[in-house]
């Protein structure tokens, strides 16, 4: 009697999905990378990719430190520690059914989360302060709009004294004081800082050494220090206080207590008189064994005066690892018990810092230096690029294989070369007068006549997914499946959809992704008008998505379809959208590129060329064609060939995504890239453009790429400015040509752009 082997069942993976990006995370993330649990998914949700350490930011105030050197980019930590990373702000928990509800998309399902999102600032709902205080939670945001005063103070430098007014004298407040009074008076400008604090005294009350150092060191730096009175109100020019009084200010800093993060108030789950969520020592929320709360954005049940601050959250780090490890394997968590007290370091902006501890204070260049040293270390440890997208050194010597994946998207198809000898190996249809465009006629769509006369347009297109977030790949696969009809200006009406899941998941996780996917597919289509007729599904290896779309060609006068056939000679060449999407998602599943350049990257292919389509017929164009996995170079050689022209192209000129050019600097390609590049012995490339550093882009796939289209030459300048107006990221990249007698297709200058 025979049996049949038993097979080992692999364990369904446990979902782990971590909320934001704070100083406890970033360990989880790297810790994790580097000894991953087994059986597990993890998802990270952030609203921003970029997290800022909150311990540089007065030494960036001050003009010690670059933003970069502040930046922990998030995204390339988490590709390391092969997270999925969704781009979107949680808004509210739902702890008894296990979902984390996002701001634009449908809820995330997990097994266990942990929630790290830091906290906001007190007092921003009084009269005014909102709308004229420049609040420093969350720090990205105070970052970014602190140069735009710094940049307005240096135009009004000569003309007058700037009266900055910083409220709230915690360790934040003050640090902040003095590093405003320092920038001001090495970027000459004349200002007078004024300190402003509710309480008898700055700093905590069981600060007083560290609190007279402080208080001695504003008083040389002419810092003035208001304690007792507590603002009430501000407006365009002034800080009102209690009992009446005013202050001017040019800027008003608010940096006062900490308050909750609003997902806490809309989750219905246990919180403090503030707001913050309560915790138990393990760092679990109370009544919920399956989430975890970190950082400032919690409040421990036995140690609940536990100071809102980056090192309570720095030294969580270790904890959480350990729980979350303990909790995937059913095992005893361990309680975190904060330290007593911590080594306090406050920076005066002028190479100086006062530092304190068990009641003493010291002060001076090397307490600076100490304080530099540590938090250097800290960021070394999670800073993987640099500004140029390559990796940073301790990340650089770490044996960490990513692997070679291929790139998804319109990158993942077959050549040009390929489709085109097989498509003439093929038997050719018979004579069908009803087509106007198919194989006989080939376009980026095809188009039949109906028995009632109209012109049927229809396209079909699917890709593998170019990226881990199927909500997302769902969003551009169908922004890019309405794109052939919309180069042809034609309004897209109906879609079928294809969506084949990955075969080795659950039903219950399949489920997830087709929700994800429709749903992101549908918030494309409902904006273009697109009604989702039905579709089919499948399982394959991996998910794949596409879509066929109709629509119905435009009647009247001068409304034929802009095939691309129609270039004429003369004619100035307008392309979209900026190219590099193909290097930048080859350099994101490989860790390698910046979460700003990737997410960039995401808003345009999700941006749809609709508007683009109805100016290029506006502005006479005679020809379009949409940018896809062929690349700008492959695309335009169709068209020339097609309208029997030649075209000259500026390779200067060519518009390219932030961090696409860095990448192919450094050598990388998406995998589909060789094969465009064939091109080159096809077309003419001139000495000094042959070493440009935008040549590349020219065979670089595009997913949902940008409409290249040629109009006449005198509205070229019509075209890029209403192009302007309509959103639109176009650029004029060269002019149509004669054919040339080389029978070149493009030929390929270098301007002076």
């Known amino acids: 009697m025979s049996h049949s082997p038993i097979r080992d069942v692999e364990p369904r993976p446990r979902h782990l999905v971590l909320v934001g990006g704070g100083h406890t995370h970033v360990q989880v993330l790297k810790r994790f990378a580097m000894e991953p649990p087994p059986a597990l998914r993890?998802?990270?949700?952030?609203?921003?990719?970029?997290?800022?350490?909150?311990?540089?930011?007065?030494?960036?105030?001050?003009?010690?430190?670059?933003?970069?050197?502040?930046?922990?980019?998030?995204?390339?930590?988490?590709?390391?520690?092969?997270?999925?990373?969704?781009?979107?702000?949680?808004?509210?928990?739902?702890?008894?059914?296990?979902?984390?509800?996002?701001?634009?998309?449908?809820?995330?399902?997990?097994?266990?989360?942990?929630?790290?999102?830091?906290?906001?600032?007190?007092?921003?709902?009084?009269?005014?302060?909102?709308?004229?205080?420049?609040?420093?939670?969350?720090?990205?945001?105070?970052?970014?709009?602190?140069?735009?005063?710094?940049?307005r103070a240096r135009e009004q430098a000569l003309r007058r004294v700037l009266h900055v007014v910083v409220v709230g004298a915690g360790a934040g407040g003050v640090e902040i004081a003095f590093a405003l009074n320092q920038r001001l008076l090495s970027e000459g400008v004349a200002a007078e800082v004024t300190l402003v604090h509710g309480g008898a005294r700055i700093l905590p009350r069981d600060a007083g050494r560290l609190a007279a150092k402080i208080e001695r060191a504003a008083r040389a730096a002419g810092i003035v220090v208001r304690c007792a009175q507590s603002v009430t109100a501000a407006d365009a020019t002034h800080v009102h206080l209690q009992g009446?009084?005013?202050?001017?200010?040019?800027?008003?800093?608010?940096?006062?207590?900490?308050?909750?993060?609003?997902?806490?108030?809309?989750?219905?789950?246990?919180?403090?008189?503030?707001?913050?969520?309560?915790?138990?020592?393990?760092?679990?929320?109370?009544?919920?064994?399956?989430?975890?709360?970190?950082?400032?954005?919690?409040?421990?049940?036995?140690?609940?005066?536990?100071?809102?601050?980056?090192?309570?959250?720095?030294?969580?780090?270790?904890?959480?690892?350990?729980?979350?490890?303990?909790?995937?394997r059913g095992q005893r968590l361990r309680r975190y018990r904060p330290q007593g007290d911590f080594l306090t370091l406050l920076n005066l902006g002028d190479g100086r810092a006062v530092g304190g501890k068990w009641g003493r204070a010291v002060e001076g260049r090397w307490v600076m230096r100490v304080k530099d040293w540590?938090?250097?270390?800290?960021?070394?440890?999670?800073?993987?690029?640099?500004?140029?997208?390559?990796?940073?050194?301790?990340?650089?010597?770490?044996?960490?294989?990513?692997?070679?994946?291929?790139?998804?998207?319109?990158?993942?198809?077959?050549?040009?070369?390929?489709?085109?000898?097989?498509?003439?190996?093929?038997?050719?249809?018979?004579?069908?007068?009803?087509?106007?465009?198919?194989?006989?006629?080939?376009?980026?769509?095809?188009?039949?006549?109906?028995?009632?006369?109209?012109?049927?347009?229809?396209s079909l297109d699917a890709f593998r997914a170019f990226t881990d977030d199927p909500y997302l790949v769902g969003k551009v696969g169908a922004a890019n499946a309405a794109s052939d009809l919309l180069a042809k200006g034609v309004a897209p009406r109906y879609a079928l959809a294809l969506v084949a899941l990955p075969q080795d998941a659950t039903p219950e996780d399949n489920e997830e992704t087709l929700v994800q996917v429709l749903t992101g597919a549908r918030k494309t289509l409902d904006a273009l008008g697109i009604t989702l007729l039905g579709g089919h599904t499948m399982t394959t290896p991996e998910l794949v998505v596409g879509f066929t779309i109709d629509g119905l060609a435009p009647t009247g006068e001068g409304a034929g379809l802009l095939r691309i056939d129609g270039l004429c000679a003369g004619q100035t060449l307008l392309l979209t959208k900026p190219l590099g999407t193909g290097v930048?998602?080859?350099?994101?599943?490989?860790?390698?590129?910046?979460?700003?350049?990737?997410?960039?990257?995401?808003?345009?292919?999700?941006?749809?060329?609709?508007?683009?389509?109805?100016?290029?017929?506006?502005?006479?164009?005679?020809?379009?064609?949409?940018?896809?996995?062929?690349?700008?170079?492959?695309?335009?050689?169709?068209?020339?060939?097609?309208?029997?022209?030649?075209?000259?192209?500026?390779?200067?000129?060519?518009?390219?995504?932030?961090?696409?050019?860095?990448?192919?600097?450094?050598?990388?390609?998406?995998?589909?890239?060789?094969?465009?590049?064939?091109?080159?012995?096809?077309?003419?490339?001139?000495?000094?453009?042959?070493?440009?550093?935008k040549l590349d882009l020219l065979f670089d796939p595009q997913t949902s790429g940008g409409l290249l289209f040629g109009v006449a030459a005198e509205r070229a300048s019509e075209a890029l400015e209403r192009l302007d107006q309509a959103g639109e990221r176009a650029a004029?990249?060269?002019?149509?040509?004669?054919?040339?007698?080389?029978?070149?297709?493009?030929?390929?200058?270098?301007?002076?752009?």
């Open 244 to 328: 009446g009084r005013k202050l001017p200010q040019d800027l008003l800093v608010w940096v006062t207590g900490a308050v909750s993060h609003p997902l806490w108030r809309e989750s219905g789950l246990p919180v403090d008189d503030r707001g913050f969520v309560w915790t138990r020592e393990t760092l679990q929320v109370r009544g919920f064994d399956d989430l975890f709360a970190v950082g400032d954005c919690a409040t421990l049940e036995r140690h609940p005066k536990t100071a809102k601050a980056g090192v309570y959250a720095v030294r969580q780090g270790p904890d959480l690892i350990f729980n979350l490890r303990a909790a995937l």
């Open 374 to 458: 540590i938090d250097r270390r800290f960021m070394r440890k999670f800073q993987v690029l640099g500004a140029d997208g390559a990796l940073t050194e301790p990340f650089a010597a770490e044996s960490m294989d990513m692997g070679e994946m291929l790139c998804g998207g319109c990158a993942a198809k077959v050549g040009q070369s390929v489709l085109e000898r097989a498509l003439a190996r093929i038997s050719t249809n018979a004579r069908d007068d009803t087509v106007v465009m198919g194989l006989e006629l080939p376009d980026d769509a095809s188009a039949v006549r109906t028995p009632g006369g109209d012109v049927m347009v229809t």
């Open 42 to 151: 993890m998802t990270v949700v952030l609203d921003r990719p970029i997290a800022v350490y909150s311990g540089m930011v007065p030494g960036f105030v001050a003009g010690q430190y670059s933003a970069q050197e502040l930046e922990i980019d998030v995204l390339p930590l988490a590709r390391r520690a092969r997270a999925r990373v969704v781009l979107s702000p949680a808004v509210r928990i739902d702890a008894e059914a296990r979902r984390i509800h996002l701001a634009d998309r449908p809820s995330l399902v997990y097994d266990l989360a942990s929630v790290d999102v830091g906290s906001t600032v007190a007092g921003t709902e009084l009269p005014g302060i909102a709308e004229h205080a420049l609040a420093t939670r969350p720090i990205s945001g105070f970052v970014e709009r602190l140069g735009a005063f710094m940049a």
């Open 584 to 693: 930048l998602f080859h350099a994101d599943m490989q860790g390698q590129a910046r979460g700003p350049w990737v997410a960039a990257a995401m808003r345009s292919m999700a941006h749809t060329n609709d508007a683009a389509s109805r100016l290029a017929r506006t502005l006479g164009a005679t020809a379009c064609t949409d940018i896809t996995g062929f690349g700008l170079a492959g695309h335009l050689a169709e068209m020339t060939r097609a309208s029997g022209c030649s075209a000259l192209l500026d390779v200067a000129a060519l518009p390219a995504l932030e961090g696409a050019v860095e990448l192919l600097r450094l050598g990388l390609r998406s995998t589909f890239h060789p094969e465009n590049a064939r091109m080159k012995r096809g077309i003419i490339i001139r000495p000094p453009a042959r070493h440009h550093a």
């Open 732 to 753: 004029i990249i060269g002019e149509v040509r004669p054919a040339r007698e080389d029978g070149a297709p493009i030929e390929v200058v270098a301007g002076d752009g």
